[in-house]
């Protein structure tokens, strides 16, 4: 399953893409997180249902310089993430 979340607040600047990179490791999960021109981070996760639920508590708890507002789920195509590593871009 591959999941896209969209993570809004104050999440720029503040390690969070960092802090998702580690979790995302430690779950096995491939992807990766990226900062949005609009101040978002976009976060597109690889992995099974558990971890990736796992993951979106992490990302609703962030680092702790960070301030999560909002946390938006989608599911996306499997084949949007074609390798087994977790990169921040």
Known sequence: ???RFLVAGEV???GYRYFVSRCARELNIAGWAK???DGRV???GRGGTAVLDQLEGELRRGPPHARVDCVIRTEVSDEVVQYNTFDII
Do not use: W
Request: net charge negative.
């Open 1 to 3: 399953m591959t999941v």
């Open 12 to 14: 720029q600047g503040v």
């Open 35 to 37: 900062n949005l021109a």
């Open 42 to 44: 976009e976060v597109v």
